[in-house]
């Protein structure tokens, strides 16, 4: 769902190892066990914004969170629900960052915002 642009420059920083936790990008805002930051590789394709939830420590998976973080992550997606269009996790099969879980929070472009691909046919 990334731009081709936007594709070329995660890949371009993946291979030239640039990339960095993503709980040490810069916060758009802070909670005990929770960051929110703006995703730097946005799904530009369809998200006019793109921001993603990140724990302040290291786990991969939501069952990894004790139960202070989940009270904590629910009470954020709470405050945050009516700031998205559409809040969601990449299951781990089709995560590209594995070892670190993340809510995406996003809001929609508009449909005339989106470009469809011209058809070859």
Same mark, same amino acid.
């Given at each position: 769902?990334?731009?081709?642009?936007?594709? &070329?420059?995660?890949? %371009?920083?993946? &291979?030239? %190892?640039?990339?960095?936790?993503?709980?040490?990008?810069? #916060?758009?805002?802070?909670?005990?066990?929770?960051? +929110?930051?703006?995703?730097?590789?946005?799904?530009?394709?369809?998200?006019?914004? *793109?921001?993603?939830?990140?724990?302040?420590?290291?786990?991969? #998976?939501?069952?990894?969170? =004790?139960?202070? /973080? &989940?009270? =904590?992550?629910?009470?954020? +997606?709470?405050?945050?629900?009516?700031?998205?269009?559409?809040?969601? /996790? =990449?299951?781990?099969?089709?995560?590209?960052? &594995?070892?670190?879980? *993340?809510? *995406?929070? #996003?809001?929609? %472009?508009?449909? /005339?915002?989106?470009?469809? %691909?011209?058809?070859?046919?």
């Amino acid at each position: 769902m990334r731009t081709e642009a936007g594709e &070329k420059t995660y890949q %371009k920083a993946k &291979k030239d %190892k640039t990339l960095v936790p993503l709980h040490s990008e810069e #916060a758009l805002a802070k909670w005990e066990d929770w960051t +929110l930051i703006k995703n730097r590789f946005p799904y530009g394709l369809v998200f006019t914004t *793109h921001h993603m939830l990140v724990p302040t420590r290291d786990y991969a #998976a939501r069952t990894d969170m =004790n139960a202070r /973080e &989940k009270r =904590n992550l629910d009470n954020i +997606l709470n405050l945050l629900q009516h700031k998205y269009d559409i809040i969601f /996790e =990449n299951t781990p099969r089709q995560r590209s960052i &594995k070892t670190l879980y *993340h809510i *995406h929070l #996003a809001t929609w %472009k508009q449909r /005339e915002q989106v470009k469809p %691909k011209k058809s070859t046919v």
